[in-house]
């Protein structure tokens, strides 16, 4: 590692670290060119840094839309950069693929944020991977460009998806960019050190221009800004995370899951994720907004219901995938819960501030869960924790994470998944108090019960 280091800085630019993965190593070991990103060296200019001292990297990257086959990367800068990710399977990063911000044609010149996605990846793997940063110290026109010398971060590592993967997970919501909570929020899921972490919406409040999206997601003020440089976010929007005029652009920040990970009729979905950690099937879904379309709050321009009968074409499919239907346990993560024990509670078809739960999804989606088994779902949305135990009427269960308040009933949490002798084991920490608000354990699915 520190001779790719030297190496690197040697070099000057990350171009060299393309030609180091590619060339002189590549006479012992081939490298593995998994990507169809990947730089190769020997086409690519390696410029001169002609501005040194020049920084731009503000916080550690935050790996994003895990896949069994795909990784994404972003991390936030401070000017205008270009930059790559350096990954392998080994934490010397030997034979190292290098992956360009931006994909294809020219890539990335952005003063906020650069993003990666890693493909080609093996399921079930733990690869090392480091991102390098090119600063773009000066820029007069496309001809007269200078650059600064790349700075070179720490290696971090992830497990990709997969069968054979701890199915651990940690679920945080309803953070509303309240600092003083999410500090702690990120201490606790680094200390249980799962898997991937589910940020189940309401990550943000009202986003009106790109830099507070980077603040909340690349470069939160906590002191563990590498919150998930090591595990990957499972991001499922909440109701806030559609407020604002900005925040239709989120996908520069937190990126849409892969077009490969579904058909092509499904190519629009890019919230929804199903991927397999261990025994669990995780199921992603969006509620969207709280309040219906014709709501004259959003002057004609919501168009969520469409939306939320498109996903239940794709989950409909999502559930008799062989490797969802083949998993002992079904969890299904949305925003807004799909259940409440006082119907009436607003649920999202009446002129009311909020709803309480999400009555359509719940029709569209319910009669799914209960014909795949889905053992519980996990919301938020309510800023208060609480169970609902399954019924006869609603086979599937229902956790509701807290929230951003501190008293009783409004406290944050986070809701650990893992399976214990046997069983999917829930565990709802209480961040504030630093107490387990409730546990919740759940059977394999009836089929794995040998019962149908
Ligand atoms: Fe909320
Ligand atoms: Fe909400």
């Known amino acids: 590692m520190e001779l790719n280091r030297r190496s690197f800085l040697a070099g000057g630019t990350l171009f ?3 030609a180091l993965a590619g060339g002189a190593q590549a006479e012992a070991s081939a490298p593995r060119k998994v990507s169809p990103y990947h730089a190769r060296g020997e086409e690519t200019f390696t410029p001169k840094p002609v501005a040194r001292g020049v920084r731009r990297v503000v916080a550690e990257p935050v790996l994003q839309c895990p896949a069994p086959d795909s990784m994404g990367v972003a991390w936030a800068v401070s000017g205008f950069a270009n930059g790559a990710v350096e990954f392998a399977d080994n934490p010397q990063l030997q034979n190292a693929t290098t992956v360009r911000c931006g994909g294809f044609g020219m890539t990335a010149f952005d003063d906020q944020a650069l993003q990666v996605r890693l493909v080609g990846l093996r399921p079930g793997t733990r690869y090392w991977y480091r991102t390098i940063t090119t600063p773009i110290a000066d820029y007069k026109n496309s001809y007269s460009i200078r650059m600064g010398e790349p700075e070179v971060g720490d290696v971090h590592s992830f497990v990709t998806p997969g069968e054979n993967v701890t199915a651990r997970f940690c679920v945080m919501n309803d953070t509303h960019e309240n600092w003083k909570q999410f500090g702690p929020i990120v201490e606790k899921i680094l200390a249980i050190k799962p898997t991937v972490i589910v940020w189940n919406g309401d990550a943000t409040n009202t986003t009106e221009e790109k830099a507070r999206a980077v603040e909340t997601f690349l470069n939160p003020p906590v002191a563990r800004k590498d919150y998930a440089a090591d595990i990957p976010i499972l991001f499922t929007n909440g109701n806030h995370d559609y407020r604002g005029k900005w925040i239709r652009h989120l996908d520069e920040v937190m990126m849409p899951r892969l077009p ?29 907004e709280d309040k219906p379309d014709w709501h004259p709050k959003w002057m004609g321009m919501a168009n969520f219901s469409p939306y939320r009968k498109a996903q239940t074409v794709w989950l409909k499919e999502t559930l008799a995938r062989p490797e969802i239907d083949g998993a002992p346990y079904i969890v299904v993560f949305c925003h807004i819960p799909l259940f409440d024990s006082y119907p009436e509670a607003n649920p999202g078809d009446r002129l009311e501030n909020w709803a309480d739960w999400q009555k359509e999804c ?5 009669p799914l869960f209960a014909e795949h088994g889905v053992q519980v779902v996990i919301a938020a949305h309510m800023h208060r924790y609480r169970f609902d135990p399954a019924t006869a009427d609603r086979p599937w269960a229902q956790i509701v994470g807290g929230g951003p308040g501190k008293n009783p009933w409004n406290f944050p949490t986070v809701i650990e998944g893992e399976i214990v002798g046997g069983e999917l084991r829930l565990t709802c920490h209480n961040v504030l108090t630093g107490k387990v608000a409730g546990r919740h354990a759940f059977k394999p699915r009836f089929r794995f019960l040998g019962l149908a």
């Open 260 to 288: 490969s990970e579904r058909s092509s009729r499904d190519w629009d979905l890019t919230r929804n994720f199903a991927i397999r950690l261990g025994d669990v099937a995780m199921v992603g879904l969006d509620t969207g």
């Open 362 to 366: 719940a029709d569209l989606w319910g």
């Open 16 to 18: 060299a670290a393309g």
